[in-house]
Every structure is written in C-alpha cells, then in structure tokens.
C-alpha cells in the first residue's frame, strides 16, 4: 500500500436489491464491501454511499475493519481488495444472507 493513499477497510453490510438495482429481485443479501477511507467513519459513509448507488437500499452494517496487512487477505478476496485500493471500492454480492 502507497504510504500517502488512504487505509481498505472492509464492511460487512446486509442490504436489499432495491428497484435501481441490476438484479432488483428485493431479496435482503450479504455484502462485502472494501472501502478506501481516511478514518473508519469515512470508509462507512464511502461504502455505504458506494452500495447506495448501485442500487442497495435499506442497508444494515453489521462489522467494520480496517485492513492492516494486505498480506493476511485471503486469496479469493485479494482482487477485491486490489480494486478497492485502485478505485475506491469493491463490493462482493453472497447469495445468501
């Protein structure tokens, strides 16, 4: 991580796949979502404006943490994490809640 960028933070949300959604099916879904902010309050509203406008509305953020060692990320969420680091957010979709 660039010494002068800001942290990735991962916040785990649950939302619903509202009508301006690319799938607006209403179903409630897990999302993980990984944030650049300067603070952990930054990173929250990042994320949640980021989900917001992709169509996720009546969002519950459930846990927030900051990511100290990019090296501990799992490998199935390292390509997040890297699209987090180079446009600001990445979000995962689970199918289950």
């Given amino acids: 991580m660039d010494a002068d960028s800001p942290p990735v933070f991962v916040l785990t949300i ?13 179903k409630r879904y897990a999302l993980l979502v990984f944030v650049r902010g300067a603070t952990e309050e930054a990173a929250q509203m990042a994320g949640l404006n ?11 953020l459930l846990r927030t943490g900051e990511i100290t060692d990019p090296s501990g990320v ?17 979000i995962i979709v689970y199918d289950d809640p």
Avoid at 14 to 26: M, Q, R, Y
Avoid at 50 to 60: D, K, N, Q, S, V
């Fill in 14 to 26: 649950e939302a619903v796949a509202g009508p301006e959604n690319s799938v607006p099916d209403g």
């Fill in 74 to 90: 799992p490998d199935d969420l390292k390509r997040a994490f890297a699209n987090a680091q180079a446009h600001g957010c990445a």
């Fill in 50 to 60: 980021g989900i917001a406008e992709l169509g996720w509305i009546e969002p519950a």
